[in-house]
């Protein structure tokens, strides 16, 4: 299982819940905002140092990220 996935969703998810940026995630934890990028669109891994600066500007648990991505149901017909 690729976590990479359900890690770019989870913060793209939550950093627009928050109202901020890229840019503004990136300067407020310290990280290069290419790479801030590179991690919502799943193209790179994350290290644990970023995953804990992350979970400290945007205010939830570190596991938050990690958590699978909830499926869509299937409308019926009717």
Known sequence: MDIRQPF??????IRH???LSQEQ?????DVDRA??????????YVGLEII?????VLDV???TF???LARKSAKKCT
């Open 8 to 13: 770019a969703a989870n913060l793209r998810r």
């Open 17 to 19: 819940e928050r109202g």
């Open 25 to 29: 995630l990136a300067h407020d934890s």
């Open 35 to 44: 790479h801030v990028s590179k991690l919502e669109r799943g193209v790179a």
């Open 52 to 56: 804990g600066k992350f979970a400290a």
């Open 61 to 63: 648990p570190p596991d």
């Open 66 to 68: 990690l958590k699978p």
